[in-house]
């Protein structure tokens, strides 16, 4: 059974950076598709970014483009999400996914994965 754990969430003050993990075990992800996914209070649960665990690019929501980069460790099985340069509007609840790659998914539904992790919030004041 895949397991997703997130860590590193916080409260920081516009402007500063906070890194999120995503700690995988269960399975071999070599084929897995990993995202990263907010959800502020009242709002839907959003696309942040997400990574090919073997290989490949990295996608962006338009929102966070620039200031926010995933990297992976596959030695850790770890995704992180560094996010730099935070704004208030970056507040929310922040989960990591993961799926199976299959072809023509583009990975930036909530329902193009099978497992999840808890969230971890994120808080960033004015």
């Known amino acids: 059974q895949v397991q997703l754990v997130e860590s590193g969430g916080g409260l920081v003050q516009a402007g500063g950076s906070l890194r999120l993990s995503c700690a995988a075990s269960g399975r071999t992800f070599s084929s897995y598709v990993m995202g990263w996914f907010r959800q502020a209070p009242g709002k839907e649960r959003e696309f942040v970014s997400r990574?090919?665990?073997?290989?490949?690019?990295?996608y962006y929501a338009d929102s966070v483009k620039e200031r926010f980069t995933i990297s992976r460790d596959n030695a850790k099985n770890t995704v992180y999400l560094q996010m730099n340069s935070l704004k208030p509007e970056d507040t929310a609840v922040y989960y990591c996914?993961?799926?199976?790659?299959?072809?023509?998914?583009?990975?930036?539904?909530?329902?193009?994965?099978?497992?999840w992790g808890q969230g971890t919030q994120v808080t960033v004041s004015s």
């Open positions: 990574i090919s665990w073997s290989t490949g690019p990295t």
């Open positions: 996914a993961a799926d199976v790659f299959k072809f023509l998914r583009n990975y930036r539904s909530p329902d193009d994965y099978e497992f």
